[in-house]
């Protein structure tokens, strides 16, 4: 998986065409000039190198609110070893994440997650678990995508654009990180700039070892990490020893590992294990599953992480019962086919973001854009700064549409602005409780 642009990219082992295309998105002014940029430059790469750049253009779609159309372009399947059995109903049960996880954290002094990096449902659980595991006494937080060069963010109380990599711009990472500053976490960076994985691995260990129990030896602690960092046994990263791995036998603690890019929604849906779990265990939010008989929780590799986490579509349970996994409208080329990604979205965005009814949803249009297009739509909460990571954002690829923001209720500042930054229109709006 690449490495954040603004950490460890640059410096690993990738092809001429690659850096080039890492060192021309650096020099890029915003998140939506990098998303022109690599609708322009993802299709002219080499072949090897274009799975890397689908990624790119993933990340960056998710950082503008274009979750759905993520999701669609860089699909992961759900790799199931041949001998290996899929959980039925009969000896599994569903149960909600938060709660077994919270469960399980109890009488642990690491707890780890992980993400996919483009798909930002899966910061949905960091979220709902930072209140849960602060009461439980956990009082640091690591986020991958933290840099050490913010010493005002705790102070400050929220992250801004240059707190930490591109993959922080996407407005629920931003909340994670005020969230748990909020709550009274400690929160730390730990990523480093490397030339192989294994460096990598074992510089993000020292930073969190050194950084936390170094200082503090009674802490607890709580990391948000990408993909295979949080395993503790190697496998999943080849033959490097992962993060978490090396993080246990720093401190003598044995964390709790907990994934959720194991088993992952794709668009479009195509019957993989992913889909027979949902269809199995229908759920509204993040859900393990518990042996009916010991009440474990699933671990299809437990030599690695100890959980199993399934989010459920991002379309709603209806739609898999329907036969498809999200709102079949999207049209978009990609370059998988050798052609120009189109810039038609689907402005139907996932179910998740109400979180629970947290959030309100609140309806905009290409109005705010004044027949600039495309432009991306910023709210902001009221008392942070202009340059504060989103609330929630939404870019508009074409005139004349609508879609919605999710929003807690309050006051927010919306903002339109284009591709250089320019500022379109911008006001202050209500978002009323139910």
């Known amino acids: 998986m690449a490495a954040p642009l603004a950490s460890s990219a640059l410096a690993q082992d990738f092809s001429p065409a690659a850096i080039e295309m890492f060192h021309a998105l650096r020099q890029q002014p915003n998140d939506l000039a990098r998303y022109v940029f690599l609708v322009k430059t993802v299709q002219e790469l080499p072949a090897a190198d274009r799975p890397l750049g689908m990624q790119m253009f993933a990340s960056v779609e998710n950082e503008l609110g274009l979750y759905n159309e993520a999701l669609r ?9 041949v001998d290996m059995t899929i959980p039925t109903a009969t000896q599994w049960k569903a149960a909600d994440a938060v709660d077994v996880i919270a469960r399980q954290a109890a009488d ?44 005002s963010l705790m102070s400050r109380g929220y992250p801004i654009t240059t707190s930490g990599s591109e993959y922080l711009h996407e407005p629920s990472y931003g909340e994670i990180v005020r969230t748990a500053i909020k709550l009274g976490f400690k929160v730390v960076s ?35 990490a990408g993909y ?17 791995m090396q993080l246990q036998q720093l401190t003598g603690i044995e964390p709790l590992s907990i994934d959720q890019t194991q088993f992952r929604e794709q668009i479009p849906g195509e019957p993989d294990a ?10 509204r939010g993040p859900f393990v599953l518990l042996d009916r008989a ?30 498809y996994t999200q ?21 139907q965005r996932p179910e998740w973001l109400t979180l629970h009814d947290e959030r309100r949803p609140y309806t905009i249009s290409t109005t705010l854009c004044r027949v600039t297009s495309p432009c991306v739509v910023d709210a902001h909460y009221l008392d942070e700064g202009e340059n504060a990571i989103a609330a929630d954002r939404y870019a508009f690829m074409q005139g004349d549409t609508t879609s919605k923001l999710y929003l807690r209720p309050g006051r927010y500042r919306l903002r339109a602005w284009d591709i250089r930054g320019k500022t379109l229109s911008e006001q202050v709006i209500t978002v009323n409780p139910r």
């Open 228 to 244: 295979a960092h949080i395993d503790k046994a190697r496998g999943r990263l080849g033959n490097a020893a992962p993060m978490a």
């Open 73 to 81: 372009d860089f699909p992961l399947k759900s790799h199931v070893a």
């Open 294 to 323: 010991t009440g474990k929780p699933w671990s299809a590799h437990p030599e690695q992480y100890d959980i199993n986490v399934l989010l459920p579509p991002a379309a709603g349970q209806r739609a898999v019962e329907s036969g």
């Open 327 to 347: 709102p079949s409208t999207i049209v978009h080329d990609t370059v998988r086919n050798q052609s120009m990604l189109a810039h038609s979205v689907n402005t």
């Open 108 to 151: 642990r002094r690491i707890a780890l997650i992980n993400e996919a990096h483009h798909d930002a449902h899966t910061r949905q659980l960091t979220l709902a678990l930072l209140p849960r595991l602060r009461a439980l006494g956990f009082d640091h937080f690591a986020a991958e995508a933290l840099l050490d060069k913010d010493a």
């Open 190 to 224: 730990y990523d480093v700039g490397s030339r192989t994985s294994q460096e990598r691995e074992t510089g993000q260990a020292r930073n969190l070892y050194r950084k936390v129990f170094a200082r503090t030896p009674d802490a607890r602690l709580f990391v948000h």
């Open 274 to 283: 992913y889909t027979k779990l949902v269809r199995s265990f229908p759920a």
